[in-house]
C-alpha cells in the first residue's frame, strides 16, 4: 500500500550580512568571501549528509516550501543560492508549487541577482525595509535609506517577482504614531501582497539592550529624548493602527504578527504554527523531524568541522513528550488569528481539547482573552496583546 | 583545682567597643592557642555573627593563666551578647559570674549600651573592672574617658588598664586586673548539687549539651540529674569544660567552675535554659533565684513559601529554641499563606536573627508577616486577653479599649542632634520624661515610647538623623491605653489576614495609604485590574488600582526555534510559581515584608 506523502519545510541559514544592526541578535556578522564561501560548502556537504542518512524515511516527504532566511541571503553571488536549490531538488521530493523565498536587504539586490533568483525557481522575496523614515533607519542601524528600498522593490517587480513581503517595525527608537503611521502608509501604497509587522523587542547581549534594556525608554537621566523608545501604551496603539490601516487596505491579520492578502499568506511561516515537520540546515538552524526537535551548532568554525565530516551538526535533540506536543500545538496555534481546532487536537492526541485545558480555557474565556466559536479556539484582540501571559497557562504541571 | 584559683567573669561593652577582639586576645595570652590557630575572633564562631560582627550566643571558654605571682589561675570567660535584644541573654550569662570587665572605647567614652550593661551587672552583684580599649586611636582620650567612668558611672577607673585589644598592648594588664579584682567563687562541693543552666546547644550526637556553672555540689559522670522546673530526669554521661572551639571531657565539675553535661537528653523542652539542675537523689532544696523569666517582645508569622516544608520549618525552629531560650513559637495559620507558625523574639534584630538562621543554616524560604507586639485588649464583657497576631482581633463591638506595651527609652545623642532626635520621638509618639548632660557636649535623653513605634525601623533612624552617633537602650515599662485601630488590607476585594495591622487611629489613614502604595509598587501588573484598599472595619480609607498587564505579547518567531520560544515561556511561569496566590491574585513574597519599611522612601 503506497503510504500518503507528508509535508516537509526546507529552512536555509545563511549567517552573513553587510553589518550587524544593533537590535539584531541572530546569528548573523559581516564575514570574508573566504568564509561564505567555505561556509556554502560546509552548508552542502550538511545536506548532502542529511540526505544520505535519512533517505529512506525522506521518501515519505514532499517539500512544501523552502525558505533563505539570514542574515542576508541576498548578499551571496548570484547562483550560490540557485546552487543550494539545485542540491535540495536533488535529494528531496519537490512540490510542483513549492514556495520558495528569499530574504532580502535593500542595497543587496542586483538586477543579476534577480534574475537568477527567477531561473532558480524562487518565487518570493521577502525584504527589510523596517522603516520608511530614514531618520529611524538610521538609529536602527540600518545600511539602507527609504530611496534606496524603493530602488530594490521596483527592480524586483521589473525582475517579474509577484509576491512580495515587507518587513517593517513599530516601537522603534525614535518612533512616533505619525511617523508609523506614514511607514504604513507608504507600505501600503507599494502594495506587496503581504506585510510583516513586528514590533521590536530588546534582546539581551545586543548593542540596544545596554542602551535601552535597563531604562524604561531609553531617555537620558530619566529626561525623554527623541531616541526614546515609545511607552506600552503608544506601542500597543501602533499595533492597533496597523491592523486598521492594513485592514482597509485588504490585508488580513493572519497571524499575531503577519498580514497578506488572501490567499498571499507565508506557508513557511504556517508550518511552524501547524507543526508541520522542518528542516533546518545551517548555522543554528533548527528543525522539528520525526517526534524531535533538533539545534544546529551555533559556533561557526565547529560548524564547519562537524560538517566537513558528514557528522549531523546538531548539539541539541529535544524528544517531544505527548506533553510537549499539546503544549506546542496550543502556543504555537494560538498564535494564528484562525487559532486551533478541537477536532485536529483531539484527533492529534486521542483526547479532548477541553478534557485536557478545561480550567485554563474557563479562565481566559471568563477574563475575556479567549474565544471558542465554531470547534475552533483563538486569541481574542485583548488576548493578543497579553498572549505570552495566557500561553503560559497551557504549560502542564508535572 | 583550688576554687581560689578559679575567676569566672565575662566583658560588657556597648556594641563595637572591642570586646570580642579583646576576649581573642585573652585567650591567646593565656597561651592554650597559638597564634596561627587564632581565627580573627575566635568566640564569634556562627558565620552570621561574623558577618554582622555581633555576638548572638553566649558562649564561654576556659583558659589557664600563669599569673605574675607564679600560680596557674583558670579564666571562665563567658562570652555575652551585645546588642539591647539581648539583655535576657546578657543577664544569663552574668549570673554565672563573679565579675566583669567593662571595656570602653577611648575615644568614644560611654555608651547608652554601656550603662545598661552596668546595671545589669550590678544588679547581680558583680564586681566591675574598666578596661579603656582602643587606646591607638588618634582621637583616644583615655583621661576624659576615666573621668566620665568616675562621674557617670561612679567606678573607680584612674588604674583602669589602657589597652588596644586591635594591637595587643597591655592585655597583662587586663589578665592581672582579672586575677586580683575579680573574687574567686564561693559554694561547697560537698553540698547538694545546684547548678544554673546558661545556656545548651544541640548536638545531633550527644543530644542536648548544658552549659552551666556549678553553684554548689559536685557532678560526675553516671550522676542522676534533675531539671527543678521542667522535672525532666536524666543521667549524666560526659562533662567537660570548654577549651577554645572544642569540648573538653574531664571527671567531675564542682562548685565555681564553669563547664558542660550531656545525659542523652533529646527532648528540648526538658532543658530550659535559666533551670536549675540538682541530683535527682540527693537534691537542693530550692532552685537558684536571679534568671529573669524571658518575655517575647515581638511577634511575627513566619511560613514556607512551600507549604510542603511546615515541617522542616516546625524541626528547625524547634532546633534553633533549644539554642535560644528567647524564641517562641506556636503553629498558626493564615488564608493567604497557609499553615505556618506564629514567632515571638526579644525585638526585630532577634527576629531577623532567626530569619536569616532558618534561610541560611536550614535552606527554608520564608515569608515573614509584619511584626507586632502584644497589645492587651480589654473586652466589653470584662475579659482581658492578649493579642500578638492583630487578625485575631475580636469585632471591634466587643472591644471596650485596648492597651498597648510602652518602654522606657535612654538616648544618648552628642548634642547637635539633640534636636532631630527629639523630633523622631516625637514623631513616634514618645512622652518626653527629661533630658541630663552627661557633659557638655553630650545628653541623655528620656523618653516613654510605645513599642510598637521602635519594633520597625527606629533603630536606623535614628542612626540616620544622628549620623550614626546616638545610642540607644531601652527597657518595658508597663502597658498604657490607646486609641488603636486594626488596619485591614483588601486586595481584589479580599482580605489579606497577613497584611492586617493594628495601628494608633490618629496616623491609620497615613499608614493606609502608604500601605497601598507599597503594594501598588511591589504587586506586578495582571491580566486584570486589581484593586487594592486599606480599611478600617468597613470603612475603605485609602485605595490605589494596579492596572491590568498592558502588554505581554512576542512579536516575533525565532525562526523555527521553539524551544527557545517554550523555555522563555516556561521561566515566566516558574515566576508566578514563585508567588502567593489569594484569591486570584499573585503577591510577590517580598511584598508582605516591604510593607514594613515605609520609613525608607
Not at chain 1, 480550567?359 to 474565544?371: M, Q, R, W
Not at chain 2, 550526637?205 to 540529674?225: A, D, H, Q, S
Request: net charge negative; charged share 25%.
Amino acid at each position: 500500500m503506497e503510504k500518503e506523502q507528508k509535508k516537509l519545510a526546507v529552512y536555509v541559514h545563511i549567517p552573513f550580512c553587510a553589518k550587524k544592526c544593533g537590535y539584531c541578535d541572530f546569528l548573523s556578522a559581516p564575514a570574508t568571501g573566504q568564509v561564505r564561501e567555505a561556509y556554502i560548502r560546509a552548508l552542502r556537504q550538511e545536506i548532502s549528509a542529511f540526505a544520505e542518512r535519512n533517505r529512506k524515511a525522506l521518501l515519505d516527504y514532499y517539500v512544501c516550501s523552502v525558505f533563505f532566511g539570514g542574515g542576508t541571503p541576498s548578499l551571496l553571488f548570484e547562483g550560490v543560492l540557485g546552487g543550494i536549490l539545485g542540491l535540495l531538488r536533488e535529494k528531496l521530493i519537490f512540490r510542483e508549487d513549492a514556495e520558495i523565498t528569499v530574504e532580502c536587504n535593500p542595497n543587496t539586490l542586483t538586477t543579476k541577482k534577480l534574475s537568477s533568483y527567477q531561473r532558480d525557481g524562487v518565487n518570493r522575496l521577502s525584504i527589510g525595509l523596517q522603516s520608511a523614515d530614514n531618520r529611524e533607519l538610521a538609529l536602527l542601524g540600518r545600511i539602507h535609506t527609504f530611496e534606496d528600498f524603493l530602488l530594490s522593490y521596483r527592480m524586483a517587480r521589473e525582475a517579474g517577482f509577484s509576491n512580495i513581503n515587507i518587513d517593517i517595525m513599530a516601537a522603534l527608537p525614535g518612533q512616533t504614531m505619525d511617523s508609523y503611521a506614514k511607514t504604513l502608509g507608504t507600505v501600503v501604497k507599494l502594495k506587496p501582497e503581504h506585510i510583516s509587522a513586528y514590533s521590536l523587542i530588546i534582546e539581551e547581549g545586543t548593542p540596544f539592550y545596554e542602551r535601552y534594556g535597563e531604562r524604561d525608554f531609553g531617555g537620558l537621566d530619566g529626561k525623554p529624548s527623541d531616541e526614546c523608545l515609545p511607552d506600552e501604551e503608544t506601542e500597543r496603539a501602533m499595533y492597533q493602527l496597523t491592523g486598521e490601516i492594513l485592514g482597509e487596505a485588504g490585508y488580513s491579520r493572519y497571524e499575531i504578527s503577519n498580514y497578506a492578502r488572501e490567499g498571499k499568506e507565508c506557508r513557511h511561516n504556517i508550518c511552524y504554527w501547524n507543526r508541520t515537520q522542518y528542516l533546518g540546515f545551517g548555522l543554528g538552524a533548527a528543525s522539528f523531524f520525526d517526534g524531535c526537535r533538533y539545534c544546529n551548532v551555533g559556533d561557526l568554525t565547529s560548524y564547519m568541522e562537524m560538517a566537513a565530516c558528514g557528522k549531523p551538526v546538531c548539539k541539541k535533540i529535544t524528544r517531544l513528550s505527548k506533553k510537549d506536543s499539546m503544549e506546542e500545538f496550543m502556543f504555537l496555534g494560538l498564535r494564528m488569528m484562525c487559532g486551533v481546532s478541537e477536532s485536529d487536537f483531539s484527533r492529534q492526541f486521542g483526547m479532548g481539547l477541553f478534557e485536557v485545558y478545561g480550567e485554563v480555557l474557563k479562565k481566559h474565556v471568563s477574563l475575556g482573552l479567549i474565544k471558542v466559536r465554531d470547534g475552533r479556539v483563538s486569541l481574542t484582540e485583548r488576548g493578543i496583546d497579553v498572549s505570552n501571559a495566557v500561553f503560559c497557562d497551557f504549560l502542564l504541571d508535572g | 583545682m583550688d576554687q581560689n584559683r578559679i575567676r569566672n567573669f565575662c566583658i560588657i561593652a556597648h556594641i563595637d567597643h572591642g570586646k570580642s577582639t579583646l576576649a581573642d586576645r585573652i585567650i591567646e595570652k593565656t597561651g592554650l592557642l597559638t597564634s596561627r590557630e587564632m581565627q580573627a575572633q575566635v568566640l564569634d564562631n556562627m558565620e552570621l555573627e561574623r558577618e554582622r560582627g555581633i555576638t548572638i550566643k553566649a558562649q564561654t571558654v576556659r583558659t589557664v593563666y600563669k599569673a605574675k605571682d607564679g600560680e596557674e589561675y583558670i579564666f571562665n570567660l563567658i562570652d555575652t551578647p551585645g546588642h539591647v535584644d539581648f539583655n535576657y541573654e546578657v543577664s544569663r550569662s552574668l549570673a554565672a559570674c563573679e565579675g566583669a570587665l567593662l571595656v570602653v572605647d577611648a575615644a568614644q567614652g560611654i555608651e547608652a549600651q554601656t550603662l545598661a550593661n552596668v546595671y545589669l551587672a550590678l544588679d547581680h552583684n558583680l564586681d566591675i573592672v574598666p578596661v579603656i580599649n582602643k587606646i591607638d586611636l588618634p582621637s583616644a582620650d583615655p583621661e576624659r574617658v576615666k573621668a566620665e567612668i568616675e562621674d557617670v558611672i561612679g567606678l573607680p577607673a584612674q588604674d583602669a588598664p589602657l589597652i588596644s585589644a586591635k594591637t595587643g598592648v597591655n592585655i597583662e594588664d587586663v589578665l592581672e586586673a582579672v586575677v586580683h579584682k575579680i573574687p574567686a567563687p564561693g559554694g561547697s562541693e560537698n553540698h547538694p548539687l545546684k547548678a544554673l543552666i546558661f545556656d545548651s546547644v544541640y548536638d545531633p550526637y550527644k543530644g542536648v549539651i548544658i552549659f552551666c556553672r556549678i553553684m554548689e555540689g559536685t557532678v560526675k559522670k553516671g550522676t542522676p540529674i534533675r531539671m527543678m522546673a521542667t522535672g525532666a530526669t536524666a543521667e549524666v554521661v560526659e562533662l567537660g569544660t570548654f577549651a577554645p572551639g572544642q569540648f573538653l571531657p574531664c571527671d567531675k565539675l564542682s562548685a565555681g567552675m564553669v563547664g558542660y553535661l550531656t545525659a542523652s537528653l533529646k527532648n528540648v523542652k526538658d532543658t530550659r535554659v535559666g533551670d536549675t539542675v540538682t541530683n535527682a537523689q540527693e537534691p537542693c532544696s530550692e532552685p537558684l533565684p536571679g534568671y529573669k523569666k524571658v518575655n517575647s517582645m515581638v511577634y511575627c508569622g513566619m511560613y514556607p513559601a512551600d507549604g510542603a516544608k511546615y515541617p522542616d520549618l516546625r524541626d528547625a525552629l524547634e532546633k534553633l529554641q533549644l539554642n535560644d531560650a528567647a524564641l517562641k513559637f506556636e503553629p498558626e495559620n493564615s488564608v493567604a499563606l497557609g499553615f505556618g507558625f506564629r514567632c515571638g523574639f526579644l525585638g526585630l534584630l532577634h527576629l531577623e536573627i532567626i530569619q536569616e538562621r532558618l534561610e541560611r543554616e536550614y535552606n527554608l524560604d520564608l515569608v515573614t508577616t509584619a511584626p507586632s507586639v502584644i497589645y492587651k485588649i480589654h473586652k466589653t464583657d470584662g475579659d482581658v486577653i492578649d493579642i500578638t497576631n492583630p487578625s485575631n482581633l475580636p469585632d471591634p463591638s466587643e472591644v471596650d479599649y485596648m492597651e498597648e506595651p510602652i518602654v522606657s527609652a535612654e538616648i544618648m545623642v552628642t548634642t547637635e542632634f539633640v534636636g532631630a532626635i527629639m523630633k523622631l520621638c516625637q514623631e513616634r509618639r514618645g512622652n518626653y520624661l527629661g533630658m541630663e548632660y552627661m557633659e557638655t557636649t553630650r545628653a541623655l535623653l528620656k523618653y516613654e515610647l510605645p513599642l510598637n513605634e521602635i519594633i520597625y525601623d527606629f533603630f536606623d533612624a535614628l542612626k540616620s538623623r544622628s549620623k550614626g552617633y546616638a545610642s540607644f537602650d531601652y527597657e518595658l515599662k508597663g502597658y498604657e491605653r490607646a486609641e488603636l485601630v486594626k488596619l485591614d488590607i483588601l486586595i481584589n476585594k479580599e482580605e489579606v489576614d497577613a497584611l492586617s495591622f493594628i495601628v494608633p487611629e490618629a496616623t491609620a489613614y497615613e499608614r493606609g495609604r502608604r500601605m497601598c502604595e507599597k503594594l501598588k509598587a511591589e504587586i506586578p501588573r495582571q491580566l486584570f485590574e486589581i484593586p487594592i484598599q486599606a480599611a478600617i472595619g468597613s470603612k475603605v480609607i485609602a485605595r490605589e488600582t494596579v492596572k491590568a498587564m498592558r502588554k505581554d505579547v512576542l512579536a516575533k518567531c525565532y525562526g523555527g526555534d521553539i524551544t527557545r520560544k517554550k523555555k522563555l515561556l516556561e521561566k515566566q511561569k516558574e515566576g508566578k510559581k514563585r508567588m502567593r496566590q489569594v484569591g486570584n491574585v499573585e503577591i510577590p513574597q517580598k511584598a508582605f515584608m516591604s510593607v514594613l519599611k515605609l520609613d525608607e522612601d
